[in-house]
T-cell receptor, first 111, second 114 residues
Framework: GQSLEQPSEVTAVEGAIVQINCTYQTSGFYGLSWYQQHDGGAPTFLSYNALDGLEETGRFSSFLSRSDSYGYLLLQELQMKDSASYFCAVAVYNQGGKLIFGQGTELSVKP | NAGVTQTPKFQVLKTGQSMTLQCAQDMNHEYMSWYRQDPGMGLRLIHYSVGAGITDQGEVPNGYNVSRSTTEDFPLRLLSAAPSQTSVYFC?????????????FGEGSRLTVL
């Protein structure tokens, strides 16, 4: 089976840097993805790590270490609009690459 | 492009009623899936499909049926609704089974079972 663990809540101030961790237990996966969801709306894709290391997309970066069964999403120069829920997900081997999600981290950005 | 379209957006059912949530995508995506989202539970996979005529179970398939007769459509059927099926349902698609990165989500269908 697969399971992913994330902190349920994180709070940070505007302009700061925040890291949202994701630890996982899975028998095998293609890569680790991150999604953002505002106020229960449609989740939107942020980043994908197929290989170990850091992927950077503007203010957002994502990291994967398969040996540590660990990844994180790094948000820099936080803005109020970054207040949202963030989900990590793994695409599972040999099952059509189906995506299994973590329970999500609610990020609150304070002025 | 419309992307992924879900209907209805809101629905109230009585226990024991059946209904179908519709999902259609116009991106020629092979892979389609259904998730339910409950407070504190994240997104849980109900069923998925890697192409027309092929479906498989996800994490929480009980009480739901799916079919995939065309590439575009992936309806989710509730056979006999129960209050435990009160949830927000999201349909999502991806280009193909090998493109394991980006899922495109619909806006969600909010279902209440009384």
């Amino acid at each position: 089976g697969q399971s992913l663990e994330q902190p349920s809540e994180v709070t940070a101030v505007e302009g700061a840097i925040v890291q949202i961790n994701c630890t996982y237990q899975t028998s095998g996966f293609y890569g680790l993805s991150w999604y953002q969801q505002h106020d229960g709306g449609a989740p939107t894709f942020l980043s994908y790590n197929a290989l170990d290391g850091l992927e950077e997309t503007g203010r957002f970066s994502s990291f994967l270490s398969r040996s540590d069964s660990y990844g994180y999403l790094l948000l820099q120069e936080l803005q109020m609009k970054d207040s949202a829920s963030y989900f990590c997900a793994v695409a599972v081997y040999n099952q059509g690459g189906k995506l299994i999600f973590g329970q999500g981290t609610e990020l609150s950005v304070k002025p | 492009n419309a992307g992924v379209t879900q209907t209805p957006k809101f629905q109230v059912l009585k226990t024991g009623q059946s209904m179908t949530l519709q999902c259609a995508q116009d991106m020629n995506h092979e892979y389609m899936s259904w998730y339910r989202q409950d407070p504190g539970m994240g997104l849980r996979l109900i069923h998925y499909s890697v192409g027309a005529g092929i479906t498989d179970q996800g994490e929480v398939p009980n009480g739901y049926n799916v079919s995939r007769s065309t590439t575009e459509d992936f309806p989710l059927r509730l056979l006999s609704a129960a209050p435990s099926q009160t949830s927000v349902y999201f349909c999502a698609s991806r280009r193909d089974r090998s493109n394991t990165g980006e899922l495109f989500f619909g806006e969600g269908s909010r279902l209440t079972v009384l």
